[in-house]
Nanobody
Framework: VRLQACGGGLVQAGDSLRLSCAAS????????TAWFRQAPGKEREFVAV????????VYTDSVKGRFTISKDNAKNTMYLQMNSLKPEDTAVYYC??????????????????WGKGTLVTVSS
């Protein structure tokens, strides 16, 4: 399984970014997929998850109303649209997939496959 996240960059507070995560070796139409992030000096934290069916979506409270997770099964790609970015959103963002493909989890320990991450920096 290979996950490749991209789309990060340096933006100002209030700007938007869209992250993408392309996969090989796993089919997003049958696997839950999630975004996590890790800020400097902090533990990796859950951001958002979308179930294999796309019918179940969960966000961490701090991004609700600002971030939108989605996926395109035809392209086997997942997205994270991030609007109204804040300096506290600065982190390396990772996409992840669990071996137990259909579990909808918000803890990092339940995910087995991780992309290398893409850095998002939001300046004030």
């Amino acid at each position: 399984v290979r996950l490749q996240a991209c789309g990060g960059g340096l933006v100002q507070a209030g700007d938007s970014l869209r992250l993408s995560c392309a996969a090989s070796g796993v089919t997003f139409s049958t696997y839950t997929t999630a975004w996590f992030r890790q800020a400097p000096g902090k533990e990796r934290e859950f951001v958002a998850v979308i179930s294999w069916s796309g019918l179940s979506i969960v966000y961490t409270d701090s991004v609700k109303g600002r971030f939108t997770i989605s996926k395109d099964n035809a392209k086997n790609t997942m997205y994270l649209q991030m609007n109204s970015l804040k300096p506290e959103d600065t982190a390396v963002y990772y996409c992840a997939v669990p071996k137990a493909g259909r579990v909808v989890a918000i803890t990092a320990g339940q995910y087995d496959y991780w992309g290398k991450g893409t850095l998002v920096t939001v300046s004030s």
